[in-house]
């Protein structure tokens, strides 16, 4: 196929590092990293968690999913819904803390990006 842009090249340069990114990283996607992100969402995290938790980071920042103070000690998970980040839809919550919030993000990230359902 060729390619006509550079635009276009770096479409298909980004297409297959993602690819590689997740056939490497999909082995790491087991129930004791999953569980282990959910024990600690911060902090310090094994090694292959820490690879997951990169990767998923470096995903640009319209759709990303993140969390948000809703008052009344109530987390919610909510989407960037703009190119500058300034909007958020809430997608799901509320989540009694924090840390329920962040771990709702990671397994809806692994949901989107690896196809993984984590219950």
Not at 44 to 57: I, P
Request: charged share 25%; net charge negative.
């Amino acid at each position: 196929m060729p390619i006509f842009s550079p635009e276009a090249l770096d479409d298909v340069v980004d297409a297959r590092h993602h690819e590689r990114m997740r056939e490497s990283l999909r082995p790491l996607l087991t129930p004791e990293l999953i569980s282990e992100h959910a024990r600690q969402p911060f902090g310090q995290h094994s090694d292959a968690l820490q690879r997951v938790l990169n990767y998923l980071g470096r995903f640009p920042v319209p759709g990303k999913l993140i969390c948000e103070y809703g008052g009344d000690e109530n987390w919610f998970v909510c989407r960037l819904v703009d190119d500058a980040g300034l909007r958020a839809a809430r997608v799901a919550g509320p989540f009694p803390t924090e840390a329920a919030a962040i771990d709702a993000v990671f397994r809806q990230r692994l949901h989107e990006i690896f196809g993984v359902a984590t219950g």
